[in-house]
């Protein structure tokens, strides 16, 4: 175990696909489309690729035309104009994420995090030597039947009870992974008059920024007023532009906290994948270009995935399970039914019952999905094992062959 992770911490994407490793499943685990990234950003990929002045190292935070594509896409809604020295980016979100707690937090601090949350926060935060403390999203009442992530609320007491004297940054995801749940603005003004009363940073990990459902739109907590200058936003190409194996991210806020990345950046890496970089720019470009229309990839994909979802959730309560249906991202959690089967073996000393259901899953049903108590603290006493997570970013005809085999479950 490296040093400063807790003994038992083990990364769940090793665990997971230890499990299906050899096995003929249907995949909803990890999240990653398995359908076609699009064209124009393959195309300037092969371009970038043949052009000879594209294969040297980049600035520290990235290639001139990258930066540029995003100070352009971001000031276009963060009712500001971006500059050059407020934009980094890095290997992945992953990676800015890295940089971020690394430049912005000490050993000792405390770190909040909304629950479930993302399952490397926590480890990050334990290798900057600092504390997760873990605030439970309240889940309703009612545990049978279809529900949404809109009844999932935030408790604005609960919230201020979990800020103490070594409290110095709150890392927020929204939208929510694995939760699904893309924060109202009355619940994003929680958290920012949190962050000033307390005078907390915040670390806005915005990967899902595009995968907001029924009209949504993100509600983008660094141009709420008094934010801007305490807040570093995050981005994912991956999920952006569906690479998840490009691994390019960025982060966009005050140039202060920006260079204080800087610094850690020069010193891990120097810089990130230069042609890759470029690529991506003029795909973010492209994107850019669309901004306030209803039409150009990003749209499209939402509207795909909104289907998808909708295929899905109405699948999953027609065969009587328990969907909570997102309003972002794409995944969806579901309620682990009780079944017989599997009660009869649970040994939940050993193991909790989410990964034993799981288990059973990828062995008796040939489906995968994702156990979420890795999402959660030590603690856990709001969300217990109780849940899974289903990737619907997958192709109509993953989909239909993993509810062939959802239907077996009855
Ligand atoms: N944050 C969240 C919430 C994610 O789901 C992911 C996906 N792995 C990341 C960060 C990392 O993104 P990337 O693949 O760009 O490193
Ligand atoms: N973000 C993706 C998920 O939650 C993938 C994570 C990973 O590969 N580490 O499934």
């Not at 352009?72 to 994420?97: D, H, K, M, P």
């Not at 009355?186 to 990967?207: G, P, W």
């Amino acid at each position: 175990v490296a040093k400063g992770l807790q003994e038992d911490r083990e990364s769940l994407w090793v665990v997971f696909n230890a499990m299906i490793e050899g096995r003929e499943v249907i995949n909803l685990g990890q999240g990653f489309p398995d359908f076609a990234s699009p064209d124009f950003l393959l195309e300037a990929l092969g371009r970038v690729a043949r052009d000879p002045s594209a294969h040297s190292l980049s600035p520290s935070r990235g290639h001139p035309s990258l930066i540029q594509a995003i100070c352009q896409l971001y000031s276009s809604f963060l009712g500001r104009e971006i500059g050059e020295n407020e934009v980094i980016s890095f290997v992945g979100a992953y990676g800015i994420l890295y940089l971020a707690l690394r430049a912005l937090i000490k050993p000792g601090d405390e770190v909040i995090l909304l629950e479930p949350a993302f399952e490397s926060y926590a480890s990050l935060i334990e290798l900057c030597g600092a504390i997760p403390v873990f605030v439970p999203f309240t889940p309703p009442h009612n545990t049978t039947g279809p529900s949404s992530t809109d009844e999932w609320r935030l408790d604005p007491t609960r919230l201020e009870s979990a800020v103490s004297s070594s409290t110095s940054l709150l890392l927020l995801n929204n939208p929510n992974n694995p939760l699904g749940k893309s924060m109202s603005k009355e619940e994003i003004k929680i958290v920012a008059d949190l962050c000033k009363r307390h005078n907390l940073l915040l670390l806005s990990d915005e990967v899902y920024e595009w995968m907001t459902y029924e009209g949504r739109e993100l509600v983008r907590v660094a141009a709420v007023e008094g934010m801007w200058k305490r807040t570093v936003s995050v981005f994912s190409a991956g999920k952006m532009f569906s690479v998840t194996g490009w691994k390019l991210g960025w982060a966009v806020g005050p140039a202060d906290l920006i260079s204080r990345m800087e610094e850690v950046l020069k010193e891990t890496a120097y810089c990130g994948c230069t042609p890759l970089q470029l690529a991506v720019g003029e795909g973010v470009k492209r994107v850019a270009g669309f901004m306030g229309t209803s039409e150009g990839y990003l749209c499209e994909l939402r509207r795909d995935l909104e289907r998808k979802r909708d295929t899905l959730f109405t699948a999953l309560v027609e065969i009587g399970l328990s969907p909570i249906k997102p309003s972002g991202t794409y995944f969806m959690m579901m309620r682990i039914p009780r079944l017989m089967a599997i009660l009869a073996t649970a040994d939940t000393s050993t193991e909790s019952y989410d990964f034993t259901f799981v288990k059973w899953m990828i062995r008796e049903v040939g489906l995968a999905v994702i156990p979420v108590t890795p999402f959660c603290g030590k603690q856990n006493t709001v969300i217990g094992d109780t849940l899974v997570r289903l990737c619907f970013a997958k192709k109509d005809s993953t989909l239909a062959a993993a509810i062939v085999k959802l239907k077996l479950m009855k």
